[in-house]
């Protein structure tokens, strides 16, 4: 995830942030030096101008939230601008208020900007609907409006709130045309992906060389140089190691349906393809894997690469600037009687930029979006892969800041849903094909 702390959107929300409490403050600073031109300076002492005085704190207390940079304070503006909203229904100067409306509008437009909604923003907007129009009837009730009144005022937080959805509407066509121009990306990267056969041929000529190898080790033996055939078979069973681990990773791809898969040589493998390869990572960056060798989960080993391979390579980003780059993966021991397995993954990176030290559920919190990353240039498809494959797993996967790091926990079902469902499939066209080869049968004793 490399240096999460520096989010790709967050110049654009500390932006609206800063813009917002400026705005916001100046209109209620001039709202109360318009009334103090005229009135003087009773408008600041006097109780009849309480609403005044109200709004001249609200003035200086906006100005000062547009100096300060915090989640917090973003969801403090948004959240006073609908305290405020409401206050303005409940207690309008006149029954055809309109302006509490547009800065209801204002906060959502705000909210909507800054990424406080995340993937609930039509359910949000719908709350405010709802909200709204009560608080209409009940403001019509309060205050004697005939019901004519308050069904025009309805008409009227309809069409704000409907051109409010429009606006949303055109921004998430948006996002489905990025999503699809980043589909066409990997469409066109798609070749490159799957190169298992031809990796595995290479792999399989290797293998070859490593069988002379070990040919040789043994002419040695016999020789009576039985340290250079020590030396020889530690260079074959190294040689050995990687070729398997690159085809182990690469094959996976070509392979549709779940088997059995042991977790920790999963995992070796993978580390070795992202970690072992590159000497500058290998050099830099301690990893260890321990835990529970015979842990095995039933699943198509694709998907379940899609999962660590992100977050291998996202852990070991995520250290980049510390001065001890470490990551440590742990197959959690399982007893028979367990119908899940848990794999955990620390690293000594940097803190999270989201959840404010809190457990992250990856799949359900929605940080995870879409055409947002926590890397510069990122695309977001990364975390949004993974979540489709835990999904497709039904596995469970959260993420939370420890004292000395990051720690990242998977929790997989021995039987996922994918391969509960492959088996339901290949019963199904059992039981389909059944009919014919009764049918098949019959006319065999016939004839």
Not at 11 to 16: D, K, N, R, S
Not at 83 to 88: F, G, H, Q, R
Not at 354 to 366: A, K, L, N, Q, S
């Amino acid at each position: 995830m490399g240096k999460l702390a520096q989010e790709a959107n967050r110049p654009l929300q500390e932006t609206i942030s800063r813009n917002l409490g400026i705005i916001v403050g100046l209109f209620f600073l001039a709202s109360v030096l318009i009334d103090l031109s005229v009135y003087g300076f009773e408008v600041l002492v006097s109780p009849a101008f309480r609403l005044r005085q109200v709004m001249l704190f609200l003035g200086l207390f906006y100005l000062l939230l547009a100096l300060i940079d915090h989640s917090l304070v973003r969801y403090l503006q948004v959240g006073v601008l609908f305290l405020i909203s409401y206050a303005m229904v409940l207690f309008p100067s006149r029954a055809y208020n309109i302006p509490p409306y547009l800065v209801m509008s204002a906060a959502l437009l705000a909210a909507h900007k800054m990424q406080l909604l995340g993937r609930n923003t039509t359910r949000f907007l719908g709350t405010q609907v709802i909200i709204a129009i009560t608080l209409v009837f009940l403001a019509g009730a309060l205050h004697g409006a005939a019901l004519h009144q308050s069904m025009h005022l309805v008409v009227v937080v309809i069409l704000c709130f409907a051109t409010l959805y429009v606006f949303f509407e055109g921004e998430i066509a948006e996002l489905r045309k990025e999503r699809d121009h980043l589909n066409e990306q990997t469409l066109d990267l798609r070749p490159v992906a799957e190169l298992g056969e031809n990796i595995s041929g290479v792999v399989h000529d290797f293998k070859g060389d490593v069988a002379g190898i070990y040919a040789l080790a043994q002419i040695e033996e016999i020789s009576g140089n039985s340290r250079v055939a020590q030396k020889l078979k530690r260079y074959g069973d190294r040689l050995n190691r990687r070729t398997n681990a690159i085809l182990y990773v690469a094959t996976a791809r070509d392979r549709e349906e779940p088997e059995v898969v042991h977790l920790q040589e999963l995992l070796e493998n993978t580390t070795y393809y992202f970690w072992g390869v590159k000497n500058a990572v290998r050099h830099e960056v301690k990893c260890s894997i321990q835990g529970n060798s015979q842990a095995a989960v039933q699943a198509c080993r694709s998907t379940l690469l899609v999962i660590f391979e992100n977050i291998l390579k996202n852990s070991i980003e995520a250290t980049e600037g510390r001065p001890d780059r470490e990551i440590r993966i742990t197959v959690t021991e399982v007893e028979e009687e367990s119908s899940m397995v848990q794999v955990t993954i620390w690293n000594s990176g940097w803190p999270l930029p989201f959840g404010d030290g809190e457990v992250v559920d990856v799949r359900r919190d929605g940080f995870f979006q879409r055409g947002r990353s926590g890397k510069s240039g990122g695309s977001g498809m990364g975390m949004m892969n993974v979540i489709r494959a835990l999904e497709r797993l039904g596995a469970e996967m959260t993420m939370q800041d420890v004292p000395d790091g990051v720690e990242s926990q998977v929790i997989i079902p021995r039987i996922t849903l994918e391969s509960r469902q492959a088996d339901q499939a290949g019963q199904g066209q059992e039981n389909r094909n059944q009919p014919e080869r009764t049918q098949a049968s019959q006319s065999n004793r016939a004839d």
